[in-house]
């Protein structure tokens, strides 16, 4: 049995020095101090003081008042300190059958005041759980605090924010139709794309107050291509699909309920592509009196992969030319253009060779205009002396030799009814040929 109570016999003896040294003695020293004052004027005082056991019970009265102090925070042996929890997610409490609740912030930040001990125990013990409670509140606007709960009395704390203004409205529903949007289209391999969706459902039941409902425009599915596993043509069924709603401006609706919240989807990937010719075109002047006498094209087709509906639009990919003031036969690498919607190019250089010779010109008349891009239910004419002009060509003999064709056009886009002066554009087969109209602007009356 001793040995069971030694151990705390030495703790006993430890806290009794630790007493005596902290509390005993200073105490003894003040009060003998203080007895050596009164000895003349107190002899009872002095009385008292000599007995024996009279300072340890004073001592022992003054070190549990001290306790007693510290314990009821009326004297603070340690500096307050804060720690800063940021990010904590709001716990609203109502009923989401019932109601849609809007301006509730998705998170707070919560600041702990107190003694590092007490915040350490306050950090580590809970959820640090922040609610909103409107259990007990029906459509209104209103201004709530937000509550945080905690186990630890003696630390206190602060929320920001700690009070938020909220909007309660009655949900109701609609079915909305569903589109879709492909996503990440750039994580493809690049002789891939997507040709085909199919959605496992047409409609969804969007569920909102009903002023959120009326802003909805489109409820669409988001294809990810960044999951297709494909590394050639096939069809892939994509789960989880993730389902938004957009406003007309194409702003992502918050606070919008979409039955079912997730869909698959059936993606088919296709290779698709087109070989297009290789077309130089020649921008910039050449040198007084030198013209090109031929212009070759190391590549002279491309294999052109990408959407469907954007490649079979194409006729040709172009290799721009820059010969501003060229006067003798020179060799380059041009950059083939790759146009919107065009992903992949077997080919995206090429070289191409230019040889120069003397420049010679002759003019052809009698060249008819004709209109492009006349507006819907809109007609161009032009007087017989707008219609017809007059061309000069530019170029080696041999070139300007073998025209065959001129093509002189105006681009009426945009232009509604009255008349107009309208630019004329000149065009040949030959990119070794500089086509100039003589008149640059006719006059066309649109009716």
Known sequence: MSKIFAPIIWIFKILYKILDVLIVTPISKIIYRVRGFLKDNNTRLEKI???????VYLSLICAIVVFLLVDHNVINLTEKEAEVIEGQRVNVIYNDEAYVVEGVPDTVDITLVGSKSSIYLATQLGEHEVNLDLSGYGPGTYKVNLKYNHSVE????????ATVTVKISE??????????????????????????????TSEVIA?????????????????????ITLK?????????????????????????????????AQVTIDSYHVTLPVKTVVTGTMASG????????????????????????????????DVEGLSSNKQLSVDLVKVNGVRYMTETKTNINITVGDEAQREVSGIIVSANNTGSGLTAQASASEREISVILKGTQDAINSVTEIYASVDLTGYGKGT????????????????????????????
């Open 49 to 55: 003081l000599n007995r024996p056991n009279v300072l």
């Open 154 to 161: 003696s630390v206190t704390y602060k929320l920001d924010p």
């Open 171 to 200: 949900k109701v529903s609609e079915v909305e139709p569903l589109t879709y949007d492909v996503l990440n289209q750039n994580k493809l391999d690049k002789k891939l794309s997507v040709s085909k969706v199919v959605l496992d």
């Open 207 to 227: 569920k909102s107050s009903q002023e959120k409902l009326n802003k909805i425009a489109t409820v669409k599915a988001l294809i990810d291509t960044s999951k």
């Open 232 to 264: 050639e043509s096939g069809t892939q069924t994509l789960e989880d699909v993730e389902l938004v709603a957009y406003d007309d401006a194409g702003n992502r609706l918050e606070h919008v309920e979409i039955v079912p919240s997730k869909i698959s």
């Open 290 to 321: 030198k013209a090109i006498a031929s212009i070759t094209s190391s590549v002279k087709n491309v294999d052109v992969y990408g959407e469907k509906d954007i490649l079979d639009k194409l006729t040709e990919v172009e290799a721009k030319v």
């Open 420 to 447: 107009w002066s309208v630019p004329v554009t000149v065009t040949t087969a030959d990119e070794r040929v500089v086509a100039i109209p003589t008149k640059t602007e006719i006059t066309v009356n649109i009716h």
